[in-house]
């Protein structure tokens, strides 16, 4: 939470600065890209405790997820300013902070279960190669097992 979160509410800032200098909709999407790179990569080191960095591949699978959330967040805002031409800053914030934190459960419900579900999620057993070797007191080693063989008896002739 600390890492999305925190990642959310700069984002928020971000959108906000950039909607001034081009649409809405481009500096959601530049702001998604960038955010989505970083809170994976934080995810990665520290949240899902591989201790490394994501890797491609993971990148890939979370920009799934982040696409997701650019969605919603820019329904969000175009259904706000469908309802309200003109809503205030702290509207936009309210609304776009809402949405964005509905997506972000989302995406690190994707990412726990998905994304990262084989490196910090799951309890490994380690396989022994070899057989561990033990000295056994004499008193409880086996003696021999089953009873004593019977003689072999030969026919009586009649």
């Given at each position: ?60 699978q ?42 972000g459960?989302?995406?690190?419900l ?9 490196d ?38 009649a």
């Open positions: 939470m600390l890492c999305g979160g925190g990642i959310g509410l700069l984002s928020s800032g971000a959108v906000a600065l950039l909607a001034g200098l081009m649409p809405w909709t481009a500096a959601n999407a530049l702001i998604t890209v960038g955010s989505t790179l970083l809170c994976t990569e934080l995810h990665s080191r520290f949240t899902f405790g591989t201790g490394q960095r994501a890797g491609w591949r993971r990148h890939w979370s920009a799934g997820s982040a696409t997701a959330a650019y969605a919603v967040t820019t329904a969000a805002m175009l259904i706000l300013h469908m309802v309200q031409p003109s809503p205030g800053m702290l509207t936009e914030q309210i609304v776009y902070l809402s949405a964005s934190g509905l997506a459960i989302g995406r690190f994707v990412l726990r279960l998905f994304v990262f579900a084989t910090g999620n799951r309890t490994t057993v380690p396989i022994r190669t070899k057989p561990i070797r033990t000295k056994t007191p004499a008193r409880f080693r086996p003696q021999a097992s089953g009873p004593a063989p019977l003689p072999i008896l030969a026919p009586v002739p």
